[in-house]
């Protein structure tokens, strides 16, 4: 059982930045893929990013390649979305999930789920 606790949501101009924060309870976190997915009002939940196990393969959505940064660090069980460059097209609740297979873009492959932070961004 894993639990995902996301922070780092907020309000920001066009262009700014935020950080995004997933802590994980259990002992089993450094075992699962990490991933990053956004919904925006009226809209399906879309994949954002990924990450493997240890950190070094990360994937990202063509729409947020270049600007956005994920990594993890499992001493401390937790995963990051560095935002930068933001854009008013960015605006979701950005949910952090943790799967054990399966393909990284595919929601369908994550077991568990956070509860999302909101992020707004202002033109």
């Known amino acids: 059982q894993v639990q995902l606790v996301e922070s780092g949501g907020g309000l920001v101009q066009a262009g700014g930045s935020l950080r995004l924060s997933c802590a994980a309870s259990?002992?089993?976190?450094?075992?699962?893929?990490m991933g990053w997915f956004r919904q925006a009002p009226g809209k399906e939940r879309e994949f954002v990013a990924a990450i493997n196990w240890s950190g070094d393969s990360t994937y990202y959505a063509d729409s947020v390649k270049g600007r956005f940064t994920m990594s993890r660090d499992n001493a401390k069980n937790t995963v990051y979305l560095q935002m930068n460059s933001l854009k008013p097209e960015d605006t979701a609740v950005y949910y952090c999930?943790?799967?054990?297979?399966?393909?990284?873009?595919?929601?369908?492959?994550?077991?568990?789920w956070g509860q999302g932070t909101q992020v707004t961004v202002s033109s």
């Open positions: 999930a943790a799967r054990h297979s399966g393909s990284y873009p595919d929601n369908q492959s994550y077991k568990y």
């Open positions: 259990g002992r089993t976190f450094s075992t699962y893929g």
